[in-house]
């Protein structure tokens, strides 16, 4: 007997190995897009572990660098406010020698080089 709702078996069969086909082509294709995931995460894990490394490389690099570049900008510094200081004070000697000459000029009468009179 032949109904619309029965099929035959070689039907079935035949569909039946078709979709075990297409389940296993789809684990395959599950299994290969798992494979690439883990691949190009572990890439962009490695990459970001990279760049962590480099940072801490650079940190302990520069912590080293400017411990050694304290030492000598102190020094440098030192140099140059004792240079500013000696600087200050040469020109304030300067300033009141240069002072006293001009009190000293402005109480005596100066006479004009040539002429040889007062102003």
Sequence with gaps: MFSPWTVPEKKVRKWMWIALAIVVALQFYYVQEMIAAFVVLG???????????????????????LSWMETCVLALLHAARRGVDFVGALAAKRATEHSAQVSLLNRTRLRHPRLGTAR
């Design 43 to 65: 890439v962009l894990f490695a990459l970001v572990a990279g760049a962590g490394l480099l940072v801490f490389l650079v940190d302990r690099a520069s912590a080293r660098t």
